[in-house]
């Protein structure tokens, strides 16, 4: 099966500039999840979505993250505008349980580097 | 989400068995011990997960203590391959916040 993939692989933008990331899950997941890591730091939590549904979103850092996965398939993340601390790795991940567990593992893509100049 | 401790780095030779330390002592009885690895310019990789007996995949082993406040992975025969950063997560199935806890890992070296 295919894996969970990220677009795009690296983005380099200016500060108070939009940018647009994209995750499309392994076919059947229903749960997807938004993480990432900036410079120096531990990968954190952003957000859960169970279909279209966010189930969690506590780890998004402020109202200029803005996640949405509409249909229950793939998912954006648009940062608006972006700062220079946004810079870092975001990473995605799906699982296959309807309803996500503790047995289920995450599946991650291999991330979108994000750089804000 | 339960902290875990791991120690920073570890260093072995090619061909020969590993075994990665986590510390839990705060574990609760709903925890699963959940171990991912993030290979270089990757995103992280599921490895292995247990509750209370060892468990056996065919990427490592994961043997638990008996009171649950440690574990420990064990990769059999380490290739240049598994050299990577690897997580001990502990997973509430109690419910509650479902996003993994990612620590600083254990930065594993291996040696041709």
């Known amino acids: 099966e295919a894996g969970v993939t990220q677009f795009p692989s690296h983005s380099v933008i200016e500060k108070g500039q939009t940018v647009t990331l994209r995750c499309d899950p392994i076919s059947g997941h229903d749960n997807l999840y938004w993480y990432r890591r900036v410079m120096g730091k531990e990968i954190k939590f952003l957000l859960h979505?169970?279909?279209?549904?966010?189930?969690?979103e506590s780890g998004m850092p402020n109202n200029r993250f803005l996640a949405e996965r509409t249909g229950g398939t793939y998912s954006t993340l648009k940062v608006q505008p972006a700062e220079l601390e946004d810079s870092g790795v975001y990473f995605c991940?799906?699982?296959?349980?309807?309803?996500?567990?503790?047995?289920?593992?995450?599946?991650f893509g291999n991330g979108t580097r994000l750089t804000v100049t | 989400d339960a902290k875990t401790t791991q120690p920073n780095s570890m260093e072995s030779n090619e061909e020969e068995p590993v075994h990665l330390p986590c510390n839990h002592s705060?574990?609760?009885?709903?925890?699963?011990i959940h171990w991912y690895r993030q290979l270089p310019s990757q995103g992280p990789e599921y490895v292995i997960h247990g509750l209370t007996s060892n468990v056996n995949n065919r990427m490592a082993s994961l043997a638990i203590a008996e009171d649950r406040k440690s574990s420990t992975l064990i990769l059999h025969r380490a290739t240049l391959r598994d050299a990577a950063v690897y997580y001990c997560?502990?997973?509430?199935?109690?419910?509650?916040?479902?996003?993994?806890?990612f620590g600083k890992g254990t930065h594993l070296i291996i040696q041709p």
């Open positions: 991940a799906s699982s296959h349980a309807r309803r996500s567990s503790y047995n289920s593992p995450l599946h």
């Open positions: 997560i502990l997973r509430d199935r109690g419910g509650g916040a479902d996003g993994l806890t």
């Open positions: 979505f169970v279909k279209e549904s966010k189930q969690d």
């Open positions: 705060t574990i609760s009885g709903t925890d699963y």
